[in-house]
Every structure is written in structure tokens, then in C-alpha cells.
């Protein structure tokens, strides 16, 4: 049987597809949580309509993905700590700081979830932080992160 899917599902297709399901799997999983609905001549008329709409807007959210990694890729982040004589520091940056740092230099507001570290920046040195900007289309940037220790 043909449905029309009402949200992305990994192993089915994306929001507003025509998808061919085996009538128990849509019956006893995908209908009752309000994934799909059965594919009729009016609906998916609307939902053509829909799906257009939404070409439109995933276009426009690449652009700016783009256009947002231009303006990251060329910044450094400067941070001066306090730091031990084996160049440790006396806490850690993180995400908040990588984020507030941004948003001075670039004037970009991004959430906690675009910055990818495996671990908080712990020592002196430079590091490359990747600023995770668009999941979909894996459009992400790199940010080199530049620690000093303060001089005292």
C-alpha cells in the first residue's frame, strides 16, 4: 500500500513521500504513532503542495549554512588563561566560551550543539574546533582556537 509520510523516518524516506508499506507495518506501527497517512488523490495534492514549500525552505537553509562557514573560516579564537609551568590549565574552555567568543568576532549566534569537541580545551596551544552547521547536508567548519597563557 502507498502512504504519505508526516515526519522523516531514517529507514523509510522523508517528511511528505510516497512510500510503499506492507499494510500491517502500516496499521500497527506507522498509523497509530501519526507517521503516515494512506496516500489519496487529495491528499496528495496537498501534500505536493507542501513538499515544495519545503524544497524551497532546505534551499534557503543551505545557503545560509554556506554562507554562515564563509564567515567562520577564516576566524581565530584568542584565549588567555592562567596556567601551570606544565602548560595546563587552571580549568577549561568550552562550548560556552567557544560560543561567546563568536559571537563577538563573527556577530553569529549559534547553540551549544553546533560546537563538536570530543573534550573541553584543557591546555595552551591551538586547536581546531568544528562548528557543526548543517546536520543534513554535513555542512560544518573548522575554527582554530589559539590558548595563551596570561603574563604575569
Do not use: C, T
Given at each position: 500500500m502507498e502512504v504519505i509520510l508526516t515526519q522523516n523516518l531514517s529507514n523509510l524516506g522523508t517528511?511528505?513521500?510516497?512510500?510503499?508499506?506492507?499494510?500491517?507495518?502500516?496499521?500497527?506501527?506507522?498509523?497509530?504513532?501519526?507517521?503516515?497517512?494512506?496516500a489519496t488523490p487529495k491528499l496528495m495534492k496537498h501534500y505536493e503542495k507542501l513538499r515544495e514549500k519545503i524544497v524551497v525552505t532546505e534551499r534557503l537553509k543551505k545557503e545560509k549554512a554556506e554562507e554562515i562557514k564563509k564567515k567562520l573560516e577564516g576566524i581565530v579564537l584568542h584565549f588567555q588563561r592562567k596556567a601551570t609551568?606544565?602548560?595546563?590549565?587552571?580549568?577549561?574552555?568550552?562550548?560556552?566560551?567557544?560560543?561567546?567568543?563568536?559571537?563577538?568576532?563573527?556577530?553569529?549566534?549559534?547553540e551549544k550543539e553546533n560546537i563538536k569537541m570530543k573534550e573541553h580545551i584543557k591546555s595552551l596551544g591551538e586547536f581546531n574546533v568544528t562548528i557543526e552547521l548543517d546536520q543534513q547536508r554535513e555542512i560544518s567548519a573548522v575554527v582554530k582556537v589559539k590558548v595563551e597563557a596570561i603574563s604575569q
Open positions: 517528511k511528505f513521500s510516497l512510500v510503499k508499506v506492507k499494510p500491517g507495518y502500516y496499521r500497527n506501527y506507522l498509523f497509530p504513532k501519526g507517521l503516515a497517512m494512506i609551568g606544565k602548560n595546563k590549565l587552571y580549568g577549561s574552555i568550552g562550548e560556552k566560551e567557544i560560543i561567546a567568543e563568536i559571537k563577538k568576532q563573527a556577530e553569529l549566534e549559534l
